[in-house]
Each structure stands twice: as structure tokens, then as C-alpha cells.
């Protein structure tokens, strides 16, 4: 299977780390492709329809934003179990839910959610989602001023072929993303993209596309810049 998500992990500048992963696309973002692709309604007369007839699409939402957390099965630093982060990002707050019903089981220890099995649980948020910038609060006290998700200008799209959209996104950890006080490193290990509806002030939206990835321990002195590419064909 072809790698498309690239990312790239440097320290004062020099690269020290890359990773070359392959993302799923959850159930919620297969729904939206599907949606997306087509016209719900036409007026005027449909025997004769007109470039002025008026229409109604069924999706207008757009990838806009790119998440990162903390979770997910591929997870080793044994910070994540001890404060702040175990504190400000507690587990027990991703769903876990299985075939063939995907009612809810339960909920997750913070080590579940798996790229190569994404419907055992079901994927449908990060497992331990951490703040772009804000507070240290736990999710349920976490104000709405909160920045959950790396938007506009860190993130931007392009095309690299005729058959691709790319999602290009940097967390600068030297400008305060991520990793601020209290948090002097965070070992972040899952990322998920994000539509323009989903906002950037809650931590649990739902996801689109999601990836997990061996442990990126970030520090002050870091930056991470992934390269995301969605390919058609």
C-alpha cells in the first residue's frame, strides 16, 4: 500500500525524524465523499434544465483542518500516563463501538484506535486529542478559546496532480503549538483531518480521515510538518 502521508519531525531546524504512513478514511468521511459528489436537487423543469436553474448540493463542507493527539495503538511514551498529560488529556472519553451494530460499548484506555483495523472500535474522533494552544484544562472543563485543530495560515491545500488534493500543515512547537506550559514535551501519536464544520474549539469532532504513527516526542525546540495527500484513481 502507497504511503500518503508524509511527515517530517525537526529539532533547531534539522530534520531528525520522517515518517511514511498510510490514513484511513473513517465511515464519516466515506459518507462525505459519497455526498459530496453529487447534485440532491435541480428546479426549473428537469426535461429542459438551464445553466440559471437553481441547485441544491448535498455537501458544502471542505477539509480545513488537521488534528493531533496523543492516543492510539501505536502510543509508547510513558508520559502520557502521568501529569499534566494524563491530567489535561484523560482517557476514558473516545468511544468504543464494534460490528456489526457500532452501538456504544464503552470507552477507550487510550490505546485503541488502530489504523490497520479502524472499525475495531470504530474510528470516529482522535482517542486523545491535544490543544494547538489554550489551557491545560481537562476536555470537560475546556473553555471554547481553546485551538484544538491547526488551521489557516499553518495549514493550506494544494494539488500535486491532476488526481490528488494535498493537505500541508505545520505544528510549531518554537511558536508555542502544542507544547506550552505546563507541557514541556508532548508525545503525540495520531492525526486526523478535519472538515470546516467541524470548528476548531471542541476537542472530540468527528473526523474524516485518521492516521496513526509511532511516537513523535515534540519539544519546545520542534516543529512537525505533514504532508497529506487524498489521491483519486
Not at 13 to 20: D, K, T, Y
Not at 52 to 75: N, W
Not at 204 to 225: G, K, N
Request: with cysteine; hydrophobic share 35%.
Amino acid at each position: 500500500m502507497n504511503s500518503n502521508v508524509i511527515i517530517q519531525h525537526r529539532r533547531r531546524g534539522q530534520l531528525i525524524g520522517e515518517r511514511e504512513l498510510h490514513n484511513v478514511w473513517t465511515r464519516n468521511g466515506q459518507m462525505y465523499l459519497a455526498q459530496m459528489l453529487g447534485v440532491l436537487w435541480i428546479g426549473g423543469d428537469p426535461e429542459n434544465p438551464l445553466p440559471s436553474d437553481p441547485v441544491l448540493t448535498e455537501r458544502d463542507d471542505r477539509l480545513c483542518y488537521m488534528g493531533l493527539g496523543i492516543g492510539g495503538s501505536k502510543q509508547s511514551s510513558p508520559l502520557t500516563s502521568s501529569p499534566p498529560l494524563s491530567t489535561s488529556y484523560p482517557v476514558g472519553l473516545a468511544e468504543t463501538a464494534y460490528a456489526p451494530d457500532y452501538t456504544l460499548y464503552g470507552y477507550s484506555n487510550g490505546t485503541e484506535y488502530n489504523t490497520e483495523n479502524p472499525t475495531s472500535p470504530l474510528i470516529k474522533t482522535l482517542e486523545r486529542p491535544v490543544r494547538v494552544s489554550g489551557s491545560s484544562l481537562p476536555y470537560a472543563s475546556a473553555p471554547l478559546t481553546d485551538v484544538w485543530r491547526v488551521a489557516h495560515p499553518k495549514l493550506y491545500l494544494t494539488h500535486r496532480s491532476t488526481q490528488d488534493v494535498t493537505v500541508h500543515a505545520l505544528v510549531d512547537a518554537t511558536a508555542g503549538d502544542v507544547v506550552y506550559s505546563p507541557f514541556t514535551a508532548v508525545p503525540v501519536s495520531e492525526a486526523g483531518l478535519y472538515l470546516n464544520t467541524a470548528g476548531i474549539d471542541t476537542p472530540y469532532a468527528q473526523l474524516v480521515a485518521y492516521v496513526t504513527f509511532a511516537t513523535i516526542l515534540l519539544e519546545a525546540t520542534d516543529d512537525v510538518e505533514f504532508t497529506w495527500q487524498v489521491r483519486f484513481g
